[in-house]
């Protein structure tokens, strides 16, 4: 089938020919009359050459987000029934599918939706115009191969309600697809117990993506006082419990998420070893250090300091100061256990923050684990936008 026309300019789309799936309004030549924003476009170079199909929205500046690169490729229900049971049959094979990401967007060859599954309900975040009017047929494919599987699912929740939706020239929108249900969703991840809550947490209620980071703090929390700063809900402070950490304090600037963190913590019986503060952790860091406090492992989670190239300088100087503060509180021998989640952030860049962090606080890191977003938050190579999180576990030692 052929479709309406979108020509790059000479010597533009570099990044499409090398596998990337978005066209910027800055490298269209022309686009044929007929052309409805939204709707699928075929693009072709400025020879003639066909480089993919794609959906075309000329209010953003992703102007064409690709679906498709071959030319015989037709996007009907039986496209979207493919796609499905890929991304479905992938994370069977990859990841505990109780609770994770069931599609990741342009990595999962679905640009601009995100599904995630908590339990028995699915959440959805559509942010792109063109795969928002297939939503409907994707979420019934969805239903239908996880039944398959004896999976039911009891309910869906949208939560569309990021800015970037005004960007594409959509409204941002946030309610129940289908009949309503409790929003207090019960999940289990790593033997730790959570209620996720779909209709007010951060984000679609939960972050899925440092499942197996979350894990990865077992062995070296055992035994120790831990500090868990930006503990958002409680993840890593009750996985570090779990583990039989002797103390651990979650702290984070939100009391929403304090309170959240605390119903976790009964929920696991751990109330009487893990506690939560309200609290700003740049002034929090500080006065602990002042007061001579020092823990096994110290956990630095901070939500995105950046969301675009123009904020990186800022994000740094706080990536280096949480980390050189949080060094100084690990006592000679323990853990500093640090990350960062945005794609603007590079992960060289992340890197050399932490060293100059390690300078700046007279201390000596021996890399203990590197990882990167859960394997059901797949990394796209070619599609930079995909690798967003960098996690590191370092031994810090003092200087000798």
């Not at 120790?224 to 304090?249: I, Y």
């Not at 702290?251 to 893990?274: C, K, P, Y």
């Amino acid at each position: 089938m052929e479709y309406k026309k979108v020509i790059l300019k000479k010597g533009a789309g570099r990044s499409l020919k090398a596998g990337g799936m978005w066209i910027y309004d800055n490298e269209i030549a022309r686009i044929e009359d007929g052309c409805e924003d939204g709707g699928l476009v075929w693009v072709e170079d400025f020879d003639g050459y066909f480089l993919g199909t794609g959906f075309l929205n000329r209010r953003s500046k992703i102007t064409v987000r690709i679906l498709a690169r071959k030319p015989e490729t037709v996007i009907d229900e039986a496209f979207w029934v493919r796609r499905v049971r890929d991304a479905w049959e992938y994370r069977k094979q990859t990841v505990d599918t109780g609770s994770c990401r069931l599609i990741f967007g342009e990595a999962d060859f679905f640009p601009g939706l995100v599904v995630d599954k908590f339990s028995d309900v699915l959440v959805v975040e559509s942010l792109a115009l063109g795969i928002d009017r297939f939503k409907p047929l994707i979420l019934d494919i969805l239903r239908r191969a996880l039944l398959e599987d004896g999976i039911r699912i009891r309910g869906i929740y949208e939560r569309s309600d990021a800015k970037v939706r005004l960007q594409e020239g959509m409204e941002r929108f946030k309610g129940f697809i289908g009949e309503p249900f409790d929003t207090h969703v019960e999940i289990e991840e790593n033997g730790v117990k959570y209620i996720v809550d779909v209709e007010e947490g951060q984000k679609t209620g939960f972050f899925l993506d440092q499942k197996h980071n979350r894990a990865a703090i077992w062995g070296i929390s055992k035994g120790q006082r831990v500090l868990d700063c930006f503990t958002h809900t409680g993840s890593f402070a009750l996985n570090a419990g779990k583990a039989g950490a002797s103390s651990v304090l979650g702290v984070d600037a939100s009391m929403t998420g304090i309170l959240q963190a605390q119903e976790n913590a009964r929920l696991n019986h751990l109330e009487d070893r893990v506690h939560f503060q309200c609290a700003d952790v740049f002034e929090l860091l500080p006065k602990l250090e002042a007061e001579g406090e020092r823990y096994g492992v110290v956990i630095l989670d901070p939500p995105a300091f950046t969301k675009s190239r123009n904020s990186v300088k800022n994000a740094v100087k706080g990536y280096r100061e949480i980390n050189l503060r949080g060094m100084r509180l690990v006592q000679d021998g323990g853990y500093l256990v640090t990350c960062f989640c945005s794609h603007f952030m590079e992960p060289e860049l992340f890197a050399k923050t932490i060293r100059e962090a390690a300078r700046g606080a007279h201390k000596r890191l021996r890399q203990v684990h590197f990882s990167t977003q859960c394997c059901d938050h797949p990394i796209l190579w070619a599609a930079d936008e995909s690798y967003y999180l960098t996690f590191y576990i370092f031994q810090v030692r003092e200087e000798r």
